[in-house]
């Protein structure tokens, strides 16, 4: 029997999961906002906007009736903006299948309470059970992914079962997924890496060099993996896709947003300028706000996010940013090497 799934968000990873969907013989239907989106799919088989020169599999069909989309779907996949994370949860609970297996592929913190989006899944979706919920993340770039360029991400849930039926879903030849029951270490990975990426992006753009990047990717993870242990995430997970394969991939990436924010405003544009010219959603930027609010709640030091806080939001300059940075006081890097905490399934 054909699986019919459903994809909410029609953005650039939304549309490349449709095309590994349909490439296994499921028939999918893609969620966007706009008609003329919605025509140009179903009509000219592309996506300009966001995947241009991709030609999209004939098994996708776009819409822009969110109850048609979701009517009968055994598998959701949540593809949207950390910004509107909270309402689209709001619009699809009347519709959803209270069977259905929900996994979620946003990068991010609910800016407002500075909750993780499985945590918003769990509060909003609150008829449905939390053991059917996942979440996707990992080296990913969607211009890859969606010309069928072998890619491996990882698929965490607490439930076993629901990690594997993901996995089962979507596995294909050019795209590995690996499960892991730490839902919490996997999602906070996908959502620091974008600030870790403004910052190489601020020294990339002022002209320093490769060592200035291995310093801010490492010690990156560092304050990332800090965050993590706090919050009861696996340290295992932090040395995973999710974790270093993720950061690197951001990192280092001619396709990363964040990357490519940072290096401009390393140049000197302005942050209204740059997401202006950007003309798509930098998650790395709301990330460093919800960030910065959990490191000042728990009392976790971070300094990379409280620096690059301070470029984005109260008007220091990157270059002072990295000085600052490289001018802290001296430390044993042994110091902050901690025991590993490893974790299994609820069941």
Not at 107 to 118: A, H, L, N, V, W
Not at 283 to 299: C, D, L
């Amino acid at each position: 029997m054909t699986q019919e799934v459903a994809v909410i968000g029609a953005g650039s990873f939304g549309t490349a999961l449709a095309q590994v969907l349909a490439d296994k013989g499921c028939l999918v239907d893609l969620y966007a906002r706009r008609e003329e989106q919605v025509r140009e799919i179903n009509e000219n088989r592309t996506n300009s906007r966001y995947l241009p020169d991709v030609m999209l599999h004939a098994g996708i069909r776009a819409s822009s009736d969110l109850q048609a989309v979701l009517r009968g779907k055994r598998f959701v996949l949540l593809v949207m903006p950390s910004s509107a994370f909270r309402d689209t949860l709001q619009a699809i609970r009347p519709h959803l299948d209270p069977q259905a297996y929900v996994a979620h592929a946003t990068k991010g913190f609910d800016i407002e309470t500075g909750q993780r989006m499985s945590e918003l899944m769990e509060e909003e979706l609150y008829e449905h059970d939390r053991l059917k919920f996942a979440v996707l993340t990992g080296p990913s770039h969607a211009e890859e992914l969606s010309l069928r360029i072998p890619t491996t991400v990882v698929v965490a849930s607490r439930a076993r079962e629901t990690a594997e039926a993901f996995q089962d879903l979507l596995m294909t030849s050019y795209f590995r997924l690996y499960t892991n029951p730490d839902v919490v270490g996997t999602e906070l990975g996908g959502s620091l890496k974008n600030i870790i990426a403004l910052g190489v992006g601020f020294a990339d753009g002022l002209g320093f060099g490769d060592n200035a990047k291995a310093a801010l990717m490492t010690r990156g993870l560092t304050e990332i993996t800090r965050l993590g242990l706090q919050l009861g995430a696996a340290q295992l997970t932090f040395g995973g896709l999710s974790g270093v394969g993720d950061l690197i991939a951001t990192c280092t990436s001619k396709h990363s947003r964040n990357w490519r924010a940072g290096f401009a405003l390393g140049q000197g544009k302005s942050l209204d300028h740059v997401l202006h010219e950007m003309g798509m959603v930098v998650e790395g930027v709301r990330a460093t706000k919800g960030a910065y609010k959990i490191a000042q709640q728990t009392g976790v030091d971070m300094p990379i996010t409280t620096a690059i806080y301070q470029v984005l939001f109260e008007g220091k300059s990157p270059k002072t940013a990295v000085e600052d940075l490289m001018g802290r006081r001296r430390i044993h890097e042994m110091e902050e090497v901690a025991e590993a905490i490893s974790m299994d399934w609820e069941q």
